[in-house]
Structures are given as C-alpha cells and as structure tokens.
C-alpha cells in the first residue's frame, strides 16, 4: 500500500484508474470468461498462449466497460430510484 501511494506521483493522468477502479466489478466477473476462452483457442488452434493473453486484455477491459455501462449503473440507477420511491415518511408528531 505505502509503495502504491510512493509511486502516484508519476501517474499523471489518474483517469484510466478511476475508470477500472468503477469497472473492477465487472472486470472480475469477465475476466474468467474470457481468459477461459481465449485458453480453449489457444488449446483448439495452437495458437501461442502467451499472444493470447495479450489479446484477451483488451477484450476484458472493452468487456468490463460495456458490463459496466449496460449493467451496473443502470442497476444501480433503477434500484436509486425504487428505493427513493418506497422509503418510509417520517412520522410527524402533533402536539
């Protein structure tokens, strides 16, 4: 953690990990899938494995994103808003 926050000063543009820090849900529900196929490729047409996880890097991240977008803020959105809509009122007290 301490060499983490040593090196933050070279990061200059902090944007790219606010992005997978929000995606990090999605990366870890990806991540699996699409490593677990870029593994059966590379077994199916001898393909080099490690050119595969190359690939399979841009994949998770684009995957992430759109899981991301498609699926947790509009989750987060609607249940926002249904619970907003079915949270208690407060009792007023009438002297």
Not at 12 to 37: C, N
Not at 54 to 76: D, F, K
């Amino acid at each position: 953690m301490i060499a983490s926050i040593s090196l933050e000063c070279y990061f200059t543009d902090k944007r790219i990990f606010k992005a997978l820090g929000d995606w990090s849900y999605s990366v870890y529900l990806v991540h699996v899938l699409v490593l677990s196929l870029g593994w059966y490729l590379s077994r199916r047409f001898e393909l080099n494995p490690y050119a595969v996880v190359v690939g399979c890097v841009p994949v998770i991240m684009l995957a992430s994103w759109i899981s991301y977008r498609l699926l947790e803020q509009r989750l987060y959105q609607a249940l926002k808003a249904l619970s907003e809509r079915c949270a208690p009122q407060p009792v007023s007290r009438q002297s």
